[in-house]
């Protein structure tokens, strides 16, 4: 036949105004006078097509063959080899096949499609064509399309699932998978124990993971499917699994693993396989907890106890069945056991059955959990606990703010840390947020500096992972803590190493909570503020230092700001005994010397700074300080490119050829991670 006939073909059947009464003839043309396996691959796809639209589009003359059209796609198909066109015959035989009756020739059908299977095809190396995957998974389907294949699937499937390669192994247990939804339940009775018999055998191998979780995963599909059944075949079915597994049910046993597996991955299939589980194995599986001395073994049982993972998926309510019910009990003696592992194990279960804890369970918890959140815990520990408390936080917050916040006994620095910490992963739930961040703020001002402390820590941790959209910030600033911050910090007398802590961190939170303000809600608390510190007069340069730092550093870059505060600034700059102080002061000079858009006020600023403070012989001594400060101002200038930059670099270099630290000056210059000359900041940066 001519290439260019096919094609011909291809292209006339799909005109609209094609006459549908000529559809039988073109099929027994191609069936009786072209070897279709003879052709080229062009031309068999080119066939193939041709059998697709007619089908799709003269289904009422196709269908008028009958058999004839079947067999003439038989013969067609038989002995195809290119994965192009094999891929292209899968997608479409399932559409053939269900539309097709295929009377006596079901058979014959079905090995012609199923001499493919297991695939056995390696797509070559940095090749775009067909994959094994992909034909693998075109041809399931076509082996399940229709129930009458179910007598001649099943056993295909089993008999490759017995072989040694994984992809014949994973493919025969999606096929089985596959026919769940065609085939005839009665299909899966009559093969159920030879079914069962297969699976278990791989899991209980380990020889693969990948063919042990595809395993589980065809049982409890299989099992769902017979769990329909009204003769008494699925509790028999049900007591071979359990009858089979049961004697592993013990630590001691290397397959009380792959055991525990498959009861739950059979328990999960229906909520009938589940209860009959439960009733058959829970009390062997309580029973063997008890009896159990070694901790480590007492935590295996607790961490495969399948009730929990059942329950979380509401396959089975915790109320309902009796021998449901030690099971939040052995998991709250588990929690307090001395046992880590244990522990975990037991905090784990009670999260994952939280919804379906009863009152006593919950109460009894919650006394544990006031002693267990501000107590010092192993990392893995602390999680497991966190988790716990968070998930009862959101189900029950009335017994959680009764029971647990407002009974809460903090005696030290130290549990107020690990409380806070416990509180902060609960403060985004609506109910608590007002609350915890009252409760922060209380152990801020209490006049407490260890409490304080750790307060601010907490809050500045928590603080600086949130976006400047935050709502928490919102919720945080609309509560009045800037004001509440400054006012603690001009109280405070900077005599101890804490106390600076202190106000390191009250800074770093006014940053925050500034910084995420606008040009106008900025304006309107900066004006207060520095209304407020300039008018406490007898305060440490410390406190006035830090406050500004908070306050200026993140304010927008259209914001003034007095030209008396860069004359305090430079002067701490130079003067100031603490390294630690001079650098916040420094730092914060450069932020608002980068930012000040009045030109004008800025070179004055910039003139008095030169003059007055850096060739001034009053400061003659500090050499090392002034080298810091000029490169600072030098950086904020380069930064936003502005005209002075030149001058100032010509400054810089002339102190560095007459002292030998110029190095210091270079580094800071240099420094790309530098937050109080970033964006963050709001700084101009050309």
Same mark, same amino acid.
């Given at each position: ?40 691959? @062009? ?11 007619? %089908? ?10 009958? !058999?004839?059209?079947? +067999? ?16 292209? *015959? ?45 034909? &693998? ?47 005839? $339940?009665?299909?899966?009775?009559? +093969? ?51 009858? $089979? ?88 003696? &588990? ?6 592992? *244990? ?20 109460? @009894? ?6 002693? &267990? ?67 922060? *703020? @209380? ?54 190493? %804490?106390?600076?802590? !202190? ?56 914001? !003034? ?13 130079? *003067? ?30 910039? &003139?008095?700074?030169?003059?007055? +403070? ?73």
């Amino acid at each position: 036949v001519l290439p260019a006939v096919l094609q011909g073909f291809v292209v006339l059947i799909k005109f609209k105004n094609f006459p549908g009464k000529v559809v039988p003839n073109i099929l027994n043309t191609i069936f009786q006078n072209i070897a279709c396996q003879q052709q080229q691959q @062009t031309e068999r796809r080119n066939i193939y097509t041709i059998f697709q639209v007619l %089908l799709e589009n003269y289904k009422t003359e196709v269908l008028s063959m009958g !058999l004839d059209f079947v +067999y003439g796609i038989i013969s067609s198909i038989d002995g195809e080899r290119d994965p192009r066109n094999l891929l292209f *015959l899968f997608k479409w035989l399932k559409t053939f096949l269900t539309t097709i009756s295929l009377g006596h020739l079901v058979e014959e059908m079905f090995e012609v499609v199923a001499c493919y299977f297991p695939i056995d095809f390696r797509t070559p190396i940095n090749s775009n064509n067909v994959s094994r995957d992909a034909l &693998a998974d075109a041809l399931c389907p076509c082996l399940c399309a229709i129930p009458e294949f179910a007598e001649y699937c099943i056993p295909l499937a089993l008999e490759k699932l017995d072989s040694s390669l994984e992809v014949a192994k994973t493919d025969s247990l999606s096929l089985l998978e596959e026919g769940c939804n065609t085939f005839d $339940t009665s299909s899966y009775v009559k +093969y159920g124990s030879d079914i069962w018999s297969q699976i278990q055998k791989e899991v209980f191998s380990g020889v693969n993971d990948n063919v042990k979780l595809k395993c589980l995963r065809t049982l409890t599909v299989i099992m769902s499917k017979m769990s329909g059944t009204t003769n008494g075949y699925f509790n028999s079915i049900l007591n071979d699994i359990s009858m $089979t597994v049961k004697g592993n049910l013990l630590p001691d046993s290397k397959l009380f693993g792959p055991s525990s597996d498959i009861l739950l991955h059979t328990a999960l299939a229906s909520q009938d396989s589940a209860a009959y589980i439960i009733k058959d194995i829970l009390p062997l599986l309580t029973n063997t907890y008890s009896i159990t001395t070694s901790s480590d073994k007492k935590s295996s049982s607790c961490e495969d106890n399948d009730t929990v993972y059942l329950t979380q998926h509401n396959i089975v309510n915790l109320n309902e069945i009796e021998e449901l019910q030690p099971i939040p009990v052995l998991s709250l003696k &588990a929690v307090i056991h001395t046992d880590n592992s *244990l522990k975990i194990a037991g905090f784990n279960s009670l999260s994952e059955l939280a919804d379906k804890l009863p009152l006593d369970v919950r109460l @009894t918890l919650y006394e544990t959990l006031c002693t &267990a959140l501000i107590e010092p815990q192993e990392e893995n520990i602390r999680m497991s606990i966190l988790e716990c408390f968070t998930k009862l936080s959101s189900l029950y917050q009335d017994e959680i703010k009764d029971h647990i916040l407002n009974r809460s006994k903090i005696n030290n620095s130290f549990a107020l840390d690990l409380y806070l910490s416990a509180l902060i992963a609960i403060i985004n739930l609506n109910y608590f947020t007002d609350m915890l961040i009252d409760i922060m *703020l @209380t152990y801020v001002i209490q006049n407490d500096v260890p409490f304080g402390v750790v307060a601010l820590k907490n809050i500045k941790k928590m603080l600086e992972s949130e976006s400047r959209e935050s709502v928490l910030i919102k919720i945080f600033f609309e509560k009045g803590t800037v004001k509440k911050l400054v006012d603690y910090a001009l109280m405070l007398n900077v005599s101890n190493n %804490l106390n600076f802590e !202190l106000l390191k961190y009250i800074s770093s939170i006014l940053k925050i909570l500034i910084g995420s303000q606008n040009y106008e809600v900025q304006s309107e608390v900066i004006g207060y503020q520095l209304n407020v510190i300039s008018s406490c007069t007898n305060k440490s340069e410390e406190v006035y230092v830090f406050l500004l730092d908070g306050l200026l550093s993140r304010l927008r870059k259209i914001l !003034l700001v007095e030209a008396m505060v860069s004359d305090f600034l430079i002067k701490i700059s130079l *003067l100031h005994k603490e390294d630690a102080v001079r650098d916040v002061a420094v730092q914060l000079l450069a932020n608002l010397i980068n930012k000040h858009f009045n030109e004008i006020e800025l070179n004055t600023w910039l &003139a008095v700074i030169l003059e007055d +403070y850096l060739n001034s012989n009053v400061y003659a001594e500090n050499t090392t300080n002034k080298i810091v400060a000029v490169s600072w101002i030098t950086k904020a200038l380069i930064m936003r490119n502005h005209f002075q930059a030149n001058s100032w670099i010509n400054l810089m270099l002339n102190m560095f050829e007459h002292n030998n630290e110029c190095s210091k000056g270079f580094r800071i210059v240099m420094n790309d991670n530098c937050e109080s000359l970033s964006l963050n900041s709001y700084c101009n940066i050309s």
